[in-house]
């Protein structure tokens, strides 16, 4: 394993590797490493000759001050973790003027209204600054393939159609769910909760669960109404939205269409802590 915080450097070490012919694949990360990124890394080990994982915690795709400050950090637990998984991997750990230069922000993106609901109406500019910093690692890296998590489900199709749009040729390749013990979606984020708090939300999976129960026989409305008075009687977990859209679009659901694919998605608080998760209905 080698780590570099300086992208030059980085270059330089990926271009001896393509000079062998070797394949590269990427997962941009922000740290606090779990079994979930785990699993991305050890996908991308197994289908790329060398892997670049990046641990940033990208400043601009924050719009709370605390949630950036509170964002846990632990590089040295990170490197065991990654030690553990190959040697082939090369870890990127810059700075955020190494990536961004003296000004930290984000560019503006049409992301054909795929940033206007859910996270993207919730956190102001979070989305401008996701597709800010990996179009940044994926024009550096330059991998023959990107990997994400599909717990951020919406960032994985912004990612796409970044990809798409750009017309850049790099394979993004999205990676199921990793779930605690109590089915709580494997988030670095869970750190932050409590052991009961932990546990009691996996009563978010549970109801994402019994909502795709009800996707056969039941309205988007009727679910929706059902999901808040589930949350309304918990004490402990505070619902920020769920809503059930189009795959594809991120569209709301008005009627069920043939052949489309729809998924739920929720945002919660438990602990002053955010948590999102989602599931495939059909
Ligand atoms: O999913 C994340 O951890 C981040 O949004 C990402 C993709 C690493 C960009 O900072």
């Not at 970044?162 to 750190?191: F, K, W």
Request: charged share 25%; aromatic share 10%; with cysteine.
């Amino acid at each position: 394993m080698h780590i570099f915080d300086r992208k030059g450097e980085l270059i330089a070490q990926l271009q001896l590797e393509r000079n062998k012919n070797r394949t590269v694949g990427l997962v941009p990360t922000m740290g606090a490493l779990h079994q979930g990124h785990l699993s991305l890394v050890k996908k991308a080990v197994l289908e790329n000759d060398v892997v670049v994982v990046s641990v940033f915690v990208n400043p601009t795709q924050f719009d709370q001050k605390e949630d950036l400050e509170k964002y846990p950090r632990n590089l040295d637990q990170d490197l065991d973790l990654l030690k553990s998984v190959g040697p082939n991997i090369l870890v990127f750990t810059p700075n955020a003027n190494e990536i961004y230069g003296e000004d930290v922000v984000s560019k503006s993106y049409d992301f054909d209204g795929l940033d206007q609901v859910m996270e993207g109406a919730f956190r102001t500019g979070h989305f401008d600054g996701v597709g800010t910093v990996v179009e940044l690692f994926l024009t550096t890296v330059a991998p023959d393939r990107a990997y994400f998590g599909e717990k951020d489900f919406q960032q994985l199709q912004i990612i796409k159609k970044l990809v798409d749009t750009r017309q850049l040729p790099y394979t993004i390749v999205g990676c199921p769910i990793e779930r605690e013990a109590h089915g709580l979606a494997m988030s670095s984020r869970n750190e932050r909760l409590s052991q009961t708090t932990r546990e009691e939300a996996g009563f978010i999976y549970k109801t994402l669960k019994t909502a795709k129960f009800k996707f056969g026989t039941e309205s988007a409305k009727e679910i929706t109404d059902w999901v808040s008075s589930q949350f309304a009687e918990n004490s402990t977990l505070e619902l920020e939205y769920f809503e059930i859209a189009e795959e594809d679009t991120l569209t709301p659901m008005t009627e069920k269409t043939a052949n489309q694919k729809y998924r739920a998605f929720i945002a919660v608080y438990a602990d002053g802590v955010r948590l999102i998760d989602n599931l495939r209905l059909n």
